[in-house]
């Protein structure tokens, strides 16, 4: 309730409970906007609705949904929230989400305008297993954020496509192995014997002479390409299909 007086209802800001008169008998009071930003207010303002919210908020209100930081609110809750989105494996699938607070625009506005957004930044996550909140997140160059990406990955001392080497698998499957949270040995297990390091290609151990079959997927159906004496003859004919299909 505010303390004996009217204020219009387009007025978003609430009363929050304090009073005050300025060195030039300016009275205001103290007030909340939706978003949780507080600040002194004058009382006249409020009467004549030139101060109807905060100025992140009105930044909203006129045309932020057009803005660079409201595509990376918006990018940023697709890849976590939403099963179509093309990132949505490497991040939702793996239990990353956005906090609670951020479910608002204009909060999430604020911590950016109060956290050194720029126009030439992006935002990345300190712990990459981490979720979206204020505690584990800042704004940083996107040279800097490549080197904080799955790619980049160093463990002891050597990155995933040194250990892929060493192992004799590829990097996708280490990366893939990463990006669902595995870390240690878990991370760095050879692969079985009967697995092959393509993607849609497989060892069958019951063939002898041809043990290694090749399919691949187009229109949500899976086609099998044939068997093949060696691995790589089987991942020719899978990369082929997909170079075809294209």
């Excluded at 030439?120 to 490549?146: D, F, K, M």
């Excluded at 463990?155 to 004799?168: I, M, P, R, T, Y």
């Excluded at 151990?205 to 041809?210: A, D, F, I, V, W």
């Amino acid at each position: 309730m505010w303390p004996n007086f009217k204020v219009p209802k387009s007025v978003k800001w609430k009363f929050a409970g304090k009073r005050r008169r300025t060195k030039h008998y300016t009275k205001e009071v103290w007030c909340v906007c939706v978003c949780g930003k507080k600040r002194w207010i004058p009382v006249q303002n409020l009467k004549q609705e030139k101060s109807r919210q905060c100025h992140s908020c009105s930044l909203v209100q006129h045309g932020s949904s057009r803005t660079r930081l409201y595509n990376i609110w918006k990018i940023m809750r697709q890849r976590c929230l939403n099963p179509n989105s093309g990132n949505y494996k490497y991040y939702g699938a793996r239990g990353i989400k956005v906090c609670k607070q951020w479910d608002s625009f204009s909060n999430f506005q604020v911590w950016a305008l109060s956290n050194n957004y720029k126009d030439h930044l992006t935002i990345e996550r300190i712990n990459v297993n981490g979720h979206y909140r204020p505690g584990n997140c800042e704004w940083i160059p996107p040279s800097e954020q490549a080197n904080n990406t799955t790619r980049n990955v160093v463990v002891d001392g050597k990155n995933l496509s040194q250990w892929a080497k060493e192992l004799n698998v590829s990097r996708s499957m280490l990366q893939g192995r990463y990006q669902r949270g595995q870390t240690g040995k878990q991370l760095l297990r050879p692969r079985r014997k009967e697995s092959s390091k393509y993607p849609g290609v497989s060892f069958d151990p019951t063939s002898k002479q041809k043990p290694w079959r090749a399919r691949s997927g187009k229109n949500g159906k899976v086609y099998g390409l044939g068997r093949f004496e060696t691995e790589r003859q089987a991942y020719n004919k899978v990369r082929k299909f997909k170079q075809d299909e294209n």
